[in-house]
């Protein structure tokens, strides 16, 4: 074996050790530190090896050395916290905000509403009046969402992410809502 192939065995190996003495209570650690609202958009796994990249990257290019047991645990969990904070920004911020997504539970309550006052005129003009003042684009969301069509289907379809999609179609149940019961 030559030096380099000698140190990169050693390198794979505290990697492993690494991995293999801290991931598991790392894992739980960022658990603990996700906001319940963004359990279901984070996934702790996800950021444990976003922590370790970070953590072997620094090594290897010689920001920090690998500390002892307790030090090491102490920069791992630093990292994450880190991780997590950055990662419920990102999930804050105003257009994809963790807290305005709404649950199914919600959602089905808005289209029962509607589906009751289908027949309603008023309601049929609201909606015919919203339809015309949004892009195209939007319209396409909406209809294909009346369709039947899934989130995921729509955003293919119309080449937006989920998430644009989901913020669409909020915003304009929350926009005939508001034209409803002002009419009311």
Request: with cysteine; aromatic share 6%.
């Amino acid at each position: 074996m030559t030096v380099d192939t000698d140190s990169a065995l050693t390198v794979q190996l505290s990697e492993r050790c690494v991995y293999g003495e801290y991931a598991q209570r790392l894992k739980g650690f960022i658990r603990s530190q996700l906001a319940a609202d963004m359990a279901g958009r984070e996934d702790e796994e996800d950021i444990m090896q976003s922590v370790f990249r970070t953590f072997w990257r620094g090594v290897s290019e010689s920001r920090y050395a690998v500390p002892d047991s307790a030090d090491l645990w102490n920069l791992l969990s630093v990292l994450a916290r880190h991780k997590v904070i950055a990662h419920a920004t990102r999930h804050r911020a105003i257009k994809r905000d963790v807290r305005q997504t709404r649950s199914l539970t919600d959602l089905e309550t808005t289209l029962s509403f509607v589906d009751s006052r289908a027949a309603d005129p008023v309601l049929e003009a609201v909606v015919r009046d919203l339809m015309e003042k949004l892009l195209p684009v939007h319209r396409e969301m909406i209809e294909l969402r009346c369709q039947g069509f899934e989130v995921a289907e729509i955003a293919r379809v119309t080449n937006r992410s989920k998430r644009t999609v989901e913020r669409i179609l909020q915003q304009s149940r929350e926009a005939i809502l508001e034209q409803i019961t002002q009419h009311d």
